[in-house]
């Protein structure tokens, strides 16, 4: 199988301020979000990273997508360095987050044809996409409302669509489902499986063991920054369930289930 990105060594320490600090009942000046992360995910996979919220898997889907800078480490995207060629990385990927905030007073319809146009995107090209991904998801209906008057489905609907304007090969999609009612949740990921039948590369991280275990091929498990597993979703399930064995890993890593 070819390897599409690898990720080595990947280390992010963020500074505490003061109230962080008393928030976290800690008087260390620094948290180490992530840890040496190192990871392969193949062409044409589902690859993903699970972990309890605050493990770091936003921070290390971050720094591979260059948002954010490693401090040490280095991830390979379709042969690009993350640290020397940040702008190829970029775009050859797709990044979702829930995190992403829409600009209230834009529609649909302006925001896909921004981000086409950020890609180079062909006038015609861009317009066929859109007709294709906006009915997929039912956009066209809602296409010249204001993202204020959207629901969060279709916020979610519109970020996912804007996320994969350009046509990557490589998809990152840091938890997806986060918020979305179960119809929502579904459309979301049968466009994920739809992705993987074109040869899609997908990473998704995510905190949900069922979705994990439906979708992904292989996954790792990131537990306090570190990756303390990674291995094929047979493998991780051939004597015990996903959530038993993630259970047992975090008791053994942290002393007890908090």
């Known amino acids: 199988m070819n390897v599409i990105l690898k990720a080595e060594g990947l280390t992010k320490t963020f500074k505490l301020s003061a109230k962080q600090q ?5 008087k260390k000046k620094t948290i180490t979000a992530a840890d040496n992360i190192s990871f392969e995910a193949y062409e044409g996979e589902i690859y993903g990273l699970l972990g309890p919220n605050g493990a770091g898997k936003t921070t290390t889907l971050r720094m591979i997508a260059t948002l954010i800078k490693a401090d040490s480490g280095d991830a390979s995207v379709d042969g690009s360095s993350i640290k020397t060629d940040p702008e190829t990385v970029r775009s050859k990927i ?3 987050t829930s995190e992403l905030k829409l600009e209230d ?6 925001l896909f ?3 086409a146009k950020i890609h180079n995107i062909d ?9 294709e991904l906006f009915e997929k998801f039912g956009i066209d209906k809602f296409a010249e409302v204001k993202v204020s008057n959207l629901s969060t489905g279709m916020k979610q609907k519109t970020s996912l ?3 994969v304007v350009h046509d990557p090969n490589i998809i990152i999609f840091d938890e997806p489902t986060n918020g979305l009612d179960v119809l929502t949740a579904k459309v979301v990921t049968d466009f994920l499986i739809d992705l993987k039948t074109q040869g899609k590369t997908i990473i998704l991280s995510t905190h949900i063991f069922s979705l994990v275990e439906k979708l992904c091929d292989r996954a790792g498990i990131i537990i306090d920054g570190k990756m303390v597993i990674c291995d094929t979703l047979a493998n991780l399930t051939a004597d015990k369930s996903l959530e038993d064995m993630f259970f047992d890993l975090y008791e053994e890593a942290t002393g007890g289930v908090q």
């Open 105 to 110: 007073f834009f529609t649909p319809n302006y």
């Open 161 to 163: 669509v804007i996320s």
């Open 22 to 26: 008393k928030l976290q009942n800690t």
């Open 123 to 131: 006038p015609a090209i861009s317009a066929g996409r859109k007709k």
């Open 94 to 96: 797709g990044f979702l």
């Open 113 to 115: 044809d921004f981000f």
